[in-house]
C-alpha cells in the first residue's frame, strides 16, 4: 500500500470521475470472490416462502460464539437502529430524561423526540486539537438526573474520540438503569467493551450495541445486535416485531461471520488510510485541522469559507458530511475514510481552496496598493 501524499506532492484537483460518497460512513470496499460466491450458494438454498426464525437462533447463536457468551445475552435487529428503538421501548416513557453526549448520532435525539424525553447532555470537549470526554461530568450528570437511559457512543460519532473501557464497565455496574454503549465502530478502535465480556463478564446494565453496516461493509443487509444480562435481553425481545430479522439477512450474516480474516484486514487498511489522511490535512497548515480518530471517519475544522469548501469538493465529485450547529466555532466535516486514492483526492481539493484563498487574497492587497 503506497503512503499517503504528502503536501509537497499534493497538486490540483483531479478531474471529475464518479462520484465519490464519503458522507455516510460506509465501507469502500465490495464483498470480495469468496465470501460473494458463499452468498450465490446459500442464497439458492433458501426458502423464501417460509416466515424467518422469530428468535434468529442460529444467528444470535454465532454472535454469542463470536463473544464468549450465552445466545440468552444476545439480541439482534433490522440494523443497530432497530435494536436502540426498541431499548427506547424498552425503557423510556414520555418525560423520562435521557443522558447522551453533545453532538451525537443523529438517531439519539430524533428517538428523543418520538418518544417525547427529556435529553440530558454532556458536552465533548474541543481542545488543541483534540477532542475528549469527561467521565466526571458523565457521572455527575446521571448523578443529578437520574436518567433512564444513557446513550455513549465509543467512538464517538463525529468526533471519533474514545471514551475509556474501565470507566464505562464501572458506569454498566453503579447505574441504576441501563447504559447504552455504542459501539458500531468498534472494530476500529484500539479498545472498547465488548472483546473483554468473555473473560470478565457483562457490567450489570450494559447493553454494548454492535452493527454489520461499518466494519463489515454490510450496510445494505441491516443487521444490528446488542449483548447485555439475560434480564435486559428478555425487556428488548418482549418489545420487538415478530419476523424483524428477515431469512436472508439472518443466512447472510450467520455465513459472513465465518469471514472475520477479510473484515480485519480491511479495518487494517483502512485505520491506515485514516491515520495518513489525518496526517496529510494537518500538513496543510493554514488553520485545517483533522483530529485524531478511532472510527472510520475523520472530523475536520477549516478557517475556510463553508461555500468555497463545499463547492470545490461538489467539482471533484466528493460527498462529505457538513455540520451546523455543532458547539464548536467555524466550519466543520466529518470526512467517511475511503480508499487511498478518495482519500488523495480530498486532500487535494482541501489544498486547493487555500491556493484560491490565497490568490484572491494577494489580489486584494495589489489592488489596494496600486
Request: net charge negative; charged share 25%; hydrophobic share 45%.
Amino acid at each position: 500500500m503506497r503512503p499517503m501524499a504528502t503536501l509537497s506532492s499534493i497538486g490540483s484537483p483531479s478531474p471529475l470521475q464518479g462520484e465519490i460518497r464519503l458522507d455516510a460512513n460506509e465501507s469502500p470496499f465490495a464483498l470480495p470472490p469468496g465470501p460473494r460466491e458463499a452468498l450465490r450458494e446459500l442464497l439458492a438454498a433458501q426458502e423464501f416462502h417460509r416466515y424467518p426464525d422469530p428468535n434468529a437462533r442460529e444467528l444470535r447463536g454465532a454472535l454469542a460464539s463470536r463473544w464468549g457468551v450465552a445466545p440468552e445475552n444476545v439480541a439482534v435487529g433490522n440494523g443497530a437502529d432497530e435494536v436502540l428503538l426498541n431499548l427506547f421501548l424498552a425503557f423510556v416513557r414520555p418525560g423520562d430524561v435521557v443522558l447522551r453526549l453533545d453532538p451525537c448520532f443523529s438517531q439519539y435525539p430524533r428517538l428523543c423526540r418520538l418518544f417525547g424525553a427529556t435529553e440530558r447532555r454532556v458536552p465533548v470537549e474541543w481542545r488543541e486539537g483534540r477532542f475528549s470526554v469527561s467521565e466526571e461530568h458523565i457521572l455527575d450528570a446521571v448523578a443529578a438526573t437520574s436518567p433512564k437511559l444513557v446513550l455513549l457512543d465509543t467512538p464517538h460519532n463525529p468526533t471519533g474520540v474514545t471514551i475509556g473501557v474501565e470507566f464505562l464497565r464501572k458506569l454498566g455496574e453503579i447505574s441504576p438503569s441501563p447504559v447504552v454503549v455504542d459501539e458500531a465502530y468498534g472494530e476500529f478502535a484500539t479498545e472498547t467493551v465488548l472483546p473483554g465480556v468473555a473473560t470478565r463478564g457483562i457490567p450489570r446494565q450494559a447493553v454494548l450495541v454492535r452493527t454489520l453496516s461499518k466494519a463489515w461493509g454490510l450496510a445494505g443487509l441491516r443487521l444490528g445486535y446488542a449483548v447485555a444480562r439475560p434480564e435486559i435481553i428478555e425487556k428488548i425481545d418482549a418489545v420487538r416485531s415478530p419476523f424483524n430479522v428477515g431469512v436472508w439477512p439472518q443466512a447472510a450474516a450467520k455465513l459472513l461471520l465465518s469471514f472475520d480474516e477479510w473484515m480485519e484486514s480491511r479495518v487494517l487498511s483502512l485505520t491506515y488510510i485514516r491515520d495518513r489522511f489525518v496526517e496529510a490535512v494537518n500538513g496543510l497548515g493554514k488553520g485545517w485541522i483533522a483530529a485524531p480518530s478511532e472510527g472510520n471517519f475523520v472530523l475536520v475544522h477549516t478557517p475556510q469559507d463553508k461555500r468555497l469548501v463545499q463547492e470545490a469538493l461538489h467539482q471533484a465529485g466528493i460527498r462529505v458530511k457538513f455540520f451546523d450547529g455543532l458547539p464548536w466555532e467555524g466550519c466543520w466535516m466529518r470526512v467517511t475514510v475511503g480508499k487511498e486514492e478518495d482519500m488523495r483526492r480530498v486532500v487535494e481539493s482541501f489544498a486547493g481552496v487555500s491556493a484560491a484563498r490565497e490568490e484572491g487574497d494577494e489580489e486584494i492587497a495589489a489592488s489596494a496598493s496600486a
